[in-house]
């Protein structure tokens, strides 16, 4: 079935450090893809999202880019702050699918 | 309203008591969505109910879990005789279409039993 795995967290970076969270993806057909945030103790927001092969998803800093020869949508951020420490999930769907399918979450901590 | 608004956004309750949790998804929206996340977990998928269609039971863990959507907007999701186990943050998301836009989530609910 379709499946999305994560890297292990935590991943702990300084203040401007930059930011890769590895994403990788099992499906049949061409799934949208999505990344979502956590901020603690509050519900997931939308991140950013590619719908279709080569799309760059882009928001707040961040970038994602939907690679089908690689099955991956790596989030990607030039400089973190304090911020944006959070939980960021993966996840993707199909057309008829109706379901996000989840990874289980990268936690990122940034320091001053 | 302007997002999905889920009651109460804290609830601390017995074991062995039932607990109603409240999701009122956007507007327009034709799925709505519950999920469980427990603590430094991921998420759990309970429950999915789109339009008129039977609901997707698939991921309740008990047949002490048990939710509503009536006239396919406002959802409720019940836990009958609460077991410690069931302390989490009960998440609620609707979408249309969900391929396009993802899920919009709730603040969730957290929920203790003690």
């Known amino acids: ?112 | 309203g302007a997002g999905v608004s889920q009651s109460p956004s804290n609830k601390v309750t017995e074991k062995g008591k039932d607990v109603e949790l409240r999701c009122d998804p956007i507007s327009g929206h034709t799925a709505l969505y519950w999920y469980r996340q427990s603590l430094g977990q991921g998420l759990e998928f309970l429950i999915y109910f789109q339009g008129n269609s039977a609901p997707d039971k698939s991921g309740l863990p008990s047949d002490r879990f048990s939710a509503e959507r009536t006239g396919g907007s406002v959802s409720t999701l019940t836990i009958q005789r609460t077991q410690q186990e069931d302390s989490a943050v009960y998440l609620c998301a609707s979408s249309f279409p969900v391929e396009k836009y993802g899920y919009t989530f709730g603040s969730g609910t957290r929920l203790t039993v003690v």
């Not at chain 1, 103790?41 to 880019?65: C, I, M, V, W, Y």
């Not at chain 1, 020869?69 to 996840?91: I, P």
């Open chain 1, 1 to 112: 079935g379709d499946s999305v795995t994560q890297m292990e967290g935590p991943v702990t970076l300084s203040e401007e450090a930059f930011l890769t969270i590895n994403c990788t993806y099992t499906a049949t057909g061409y799934p949208s893809l999505f990344w979502y945030v956590q901020y603690p103790g509050e519900g997931l927001q939308l991140l950013l999202k590619a719908t279709k092969a080569d799309d760059k998803g882009s928001n707040k800093g961040f970038e994602a880019t939907y690679r089908k020869e690689t099955t991956s949508f790596h989030l990607e951020k030039g400089s973190v702050q304090v911020s944006d420490s959070a939980v960021y999930f993966c996840a993707l769907t199909r057309t008829g699918f109706q379901k996000l399918v989840f990874g289980t979450g990268t936690r990122l901590l940034v320091s001053p």
